[in-house]
């Protein structure tokens, strides 16, 4: 294959400015899809990708495409998403391309994530190609956009390529430019293998699948494959390209991107970013990989019946294959028994991780309250990482709390900058800094404690701009904080699950909005429930759960009121003695919609 007709790119995007779109019309313009048999967002094949409208995995393609200068190039589209909790899958995508198309939408400008994945890709060197999509929209203000692209980014007017993927409007303009513009592959064909694992899935049929950007070398079916990171050795079983669907090639050369598969036994086996060498003559060092991500939210992952516990753990390893930003290890709970401790990118990954592991390995879990990782510096000497409120040392032993802080970037209209800024500091952010991007946008940068916007503020945020803001945020740096753990009590037992880590100055409201909760999603049980909401041996908030009322005296038909009297107290002392060994059943709603609050 002559590397100089392969042209490897990624398209990247703010979530929803028409990435898949485009993609799907590449796939008809190159002739990859018959018209007819098109279907919807081609390469956003998971169910829930479908569902909610947003792609979660980027997914790769090859296509052919003959070029006005009459030469057939292969070009390798890897499609990405957009939403900041999968900011990983654009940074892998990127490590395999060596040049990006840049969407932006006529109607919305530019957003955050298009600031931060413009920056990405310049990280990465890649060449960029800047288009504005959806120009067929009556909400469309191309002028005004073309200013930002310009004035924001630093493009000039011509590099810029105005498009509507919905309409097929200069799809092909895009795909001559990525010929013209994007460089081919660097690397020597001579030189010993040297191949980039970019991602990897689990096909039922195959096992595991790893995708490979070959960049020295070639591979061959019958090559033998050493991986750099692990040491082991494997024998490949079937070697190809993927064009929306697997196709067999007897081999791989510098420059191609592809897939193979090998005797490769368990998932866990493979690591993102490794470099795949060959055994019989060994490149001398490894590729640098790419921008590994680490989670910022905890929680505890456990099956609702116990039994299922070993399918979790396989299903949960095949995960990890497809998204390797998602870590775990096994922790143990009073509450619910084995599980897990999992790491994510933010509360959607989280949100994504739960339903496929129920939806595509038909498993039923409970999910614990999330957590930041705070971190402790022991009167000792020693830091200890508090990814869970059990971790946390006694308050007598802690020298110093510090919790993780990121700098917020948000693209907001002008007439919602007040109402941003007040609502930002009430969630203990600091203000950075503002740039006006034309007329009608700004540019704002905080700083705030991670624990402050993992949950809802993404929902605030659009709620307080009437959804014309967006937000990006990358971790800055621990700083000192006043660490408290929040235990929710019940009959004078804590439940593990409810238990979290906070801010003491937001522990009093924390604990009153957990406890007035609890009381409405708590059963009547037959014994009286208290609930209470205490930091150590300190109540903040108590509510009680009455009992289910029983008439006892419904068959004792006149007499002295002392009949009565003595059921009454045969019942107090019964219901006494059920608070002491009842135990309290929990609804599963009551964990999820402990999460919301």
């Excluded at 070959?214 to 070697?239: A, C, F, R």
């Excluded at 000792?380 to 409120?389: A, F, K, Q």
């Excluded at 759960?545 to 107090?572: F, M, N, P």
Aim: with cysteine.
């Amino acid at each position: 294959m002559d590397k100089s007709l392969i042209r490897n790119f990624s398209i990247i995007a703010h979530i929803d400015h028409g990435k898949s779109t485009l993609a799907d019309r590449i796939l008809e313009v190159t002739g990859t899809v018959d018209r007819r048999h098109k279907g919807e967002q081609l390469l956003d094949d998971m169910d829930l990708e479908k569902e909610r409208g947003i792609t979660i995995k980027a997914s790769m393609v090859r296509l052919n495409y003959r070029a006005k200068d009459g030469k057939d190039y292969i070009l390798n589209l890897i499609d990405t998403p957009g939403h900041v909790d999968f900011t990983y899958e654009v940074s892998k995508s990127l490590a395999a391309c060596e040049g990006a198309v840049l969407v932006v939408d006529a109607g919305q400008g530019i957003e955050a994530q298009t600031v931060a994945n413009y920056y990405l890709a310049l990280e990465n060197n890649l060449e960029i190609i800047p288009v504005i999509n959806k120009i067929d929209l009556s909400s469309a203000d191309v002028p005004r956009v073309k200013n930002q692209i310009i004035n924001v980014l630093g493009f000039k007017e011509e590099d810029i390529i105005l498009a509507s993927a919905k309409e097929s409007v200069g799809v092909t303009d895009i795909l001559e430019k990525i010929v013209e513009v994007i460089p081919s592959p660097s690397g020597e064909l001579d030189n010993p293998l040297k191949a980039l694992v970019f991602d990897c899935r689990f096909d039922v049929y195959k096992g595991v699948v790893v995708f490979v950007r070959v960049v020295d070398g070639q591979i061959t079916k019958n090559t033998q494959l050493k991986m750099l990171h692990s040491g082991k050795i494997y024998k490949i079983e079937e070697l190809g390209t993927f064009n929306l669907k697997y196709q067999e090639a007897d081999l791989l050369t510098c420059g191609e991107v592809g897939y193979l598969t090998a005797n490769i036994r368990e998932a866990r086996e493979i690591v993102i970013g490794d470099t795949i060498a060959d055994v019989k003559n060994p490149c001398q060092e490894a590729i640098p990989g790419f921008k590994a991500h680490k989670p910022l939210v905890f929680c505890g992952i456990y099956p609702v019946n116990p039994g299922d516990f070993p399918d979790l753990r396989d299903a949960m390893d095949k995960l990890k294959l497809s998204d390797a930003s998602f870590v775990f290890e096994p922790e143990n709970s009073q509450s619910f028994g084995t599980g897990f401790r999992c790491g994510f990118l933010g509360l959607l990954h989280m949100e994504i991780v739960q339903e496929r592991l129920e939806r595509e390995y038909n498993l039923n879990l409970i999910l614990t309250v999330p957590n930041v990782v705070y971190r402790v510096r022991a009167k000792e000497g020693s830091l200890i990482e508090v990814d869970t409120p059990s971790k946390l040392p006694e308050p007598q032993d802690i020298e110093e709390a510090q919790e993780p802080y990121v700098s917020l970037l948000m693209i907001v209209p002008v007439d919602s900058i007040e109402a941003v800024c007040d609502f930002t500091k009430t969630r203990r952010g600091t203000f950075v800094s503002n740039e006006y991007l034309g007329e009608d946008r700004v540019k704002i940068v905080f700083q705030v404690p991670l624990s402050e916007i993992i949950v809802d503020f993404y929902d605030k945020i659009k709620s307080i701009t009437r959804g014309y803001g967006s937000l990006d945020y990358e971790f800055k740096d621990y700083l000192p904080t006043k660490l408290v753990k929040l235990d929710i009590m019940l009959n004078g037992v804590i439940c593990d699950a409810f238990s979290s880590l906070m801010c003491k100055e937001k522990a009093y409201s924390r604990a009153h909005a957990l406890v007035s909760k609890l009381k409405e999603l708590i059963p009547r049980q037959l014994f009286e429930v208290a609930i209470q909401a205490a930091i150590g041996s300190q109540i903040l908030a108590s509510e009680k759960v009455r009992s289910v009322g029983k008439h006892v005296t419904a068959k004792c038909y006149g007499g002295d009121i002392t009949r009565k009297r003595k059921l009454w107290e045969e019942q107090k002392k019964g219901k006494k003695r059920l608070k002491t060994f009842g135990k309290v059943e929990i609804p599963q709603e009551a964990f999820l919609e402990v999460l919301k609050i």
